[in-house]
């Protein structure tokens, strides 16, 4: 089965050897403040800042997932509340959580401005371009959550304060970890609030990654497949170049080779375009045939989400899939 779900999404096929040489090298049976666990921790956020390019100064920690860095931003960066301009259900919920943690009491203290670079739910993506602007209007920290874009497209860190996201999209990845990035200012702003009260307080996660260690037993096996998979990823701008080719394709053939069917983008406007998620909208019954068809044909495609569930389709354009599976889908839409 050849799969174009947006995540959990196709993991790269050398996941499985390294999957096998973790357990043979006896690397799941490390000790977490063992030194040789500790090497592959740091080896791993090294990895990190240089394949994406990720500024000196910001500090990198991984986590759980990313939902649990919606909390962490919640009970470690946010003093009074947090804001939420979101149009979609990844979104609605970062904002949910967040309000469970700091209720959003007096809206106009907002010191924390919370983004989804990319919503999985719809396709949509806010843009280099308009974080600018956010980063310009808002002068408190801004939090962005990249979980479906991290590692597929090219990301100004400058522009936010913290960034993060789940390795089960473009990380190419099972899911089970997440890489949590923040800069010199998010640190300091932990530091005035102080909040430490929590297994996953940034400022004890810090201190734990400070000697390449974590606060609790972590996800080894992840950790070392990310390493892996970092190793043979090339630089992100190579990544993003091919990321970007492929959605102008993918946005091209569904207006000009999806004709015969009644199948239609979801986004018209170019500017909130998605690089990495494509959504395709019809009528649900057509939508459903359509995912069957294509289930039989021995592809997945990924189920609408959210407002969209049963009138949607995505593909994901992760970079772990290939131009010969991207081919496959394409030759079976065209017939369709
Ligand atoms: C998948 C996804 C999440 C949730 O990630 P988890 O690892 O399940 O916590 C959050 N935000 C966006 C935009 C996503 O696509």
Redesign the pocket.
């Known amino acids: 089965m050849i799969s174009f779900y947006p995540?959990p999404s196709k993991v790269y096929p050398q996941v499985a050897d390294y999957a096998v040489e973790a357990v043979h090298q006896g690397i799941v049976s490390l000790n977490h403040r063992s030194a040789g666990f500790m090497d592959i921790v740091k080896e791993t956020v090294r990895l990190l800042h240089e394949k994406l390019d990720i500024p000196a100064d910001y500090h990198v920690a991984l986590v759980s997932?990313?939902?649990?860095c919606w909390e962490i931003v919640a009970q470690s960066l946010t003093a009074a509340c947090s804001l939420h301009p979101y149009n979609g259900a990844?979104g609605k919920k970062w904002a949910e959580y967040a309000y469970k943690i700091k209720p959003p009491t007096n809206l106009s203290e907002a010191d924390v401005l919370c983004i989804?670079q990319?919503?999985?739910a719809n396709g949509t993506q806010v843009n280099m371009e308009t974080l600018a602007q956010f980063r310009h209007d808002f002068s408190a920290l801004i939090a962005v959550?990249a979980?479906?874009s991290m590692a597929g497209i090219t990301l100004d860190w400058s522009l936010a304060d913290v960034w993060f996201a789940?390795v089960?999209?473009c990380f190419g990845l099972p899911?089970g970890l997440?890489v949590l990035i923040y800069s010199p200012a998010a640190l300091k702003r932990a530091e005035e609030i102080g909040e430490n009260s929590h297994y996953n307080s940034l400022l004890f996660i810090h201190e734990n990654f400070s000697k390449f260690q974590t606060p609790y037993t972590p996800n080894g096996l992840g950790i070392y497949l990310l390493m892996r998979v970092l190793q043979q990823m090339p630089p992100i701008a190579t990544v993003d170049a091919t990321t970007k080719k492929r959605a102008i394709d993918w946005y091209t053939f569904v207006e000009q080779e999806m004709n015969a069917s009644p199948c239609t983008l979801l986004n018209n406007d170019l500017a909130v375009r998605s690089d990495t998620v494509i959504a395709v909208q019809g009528l649900e019954k057509e939508i459903s045939i359509i995912k069957k068809a294509a289930q039989q044909s021995g592809i997945m495609l990924g189920n609408g989400y959210g407002d969209w569930k049963n009138t949607t389709f995505r593909i994901a354009n992760f970079p772990a899939i290939t131009e010969e599976e991207i081919g496959t889908l394409k030759q079976f839409l065209r017939s369709f």
Not at 65 to 68: G, I, N, P
């Open positions: 995540g997932s990313a939902t649990e990844f989804v990319n919503e999985t959550d979980v479906s789940s089960q999209k899911a997440a």
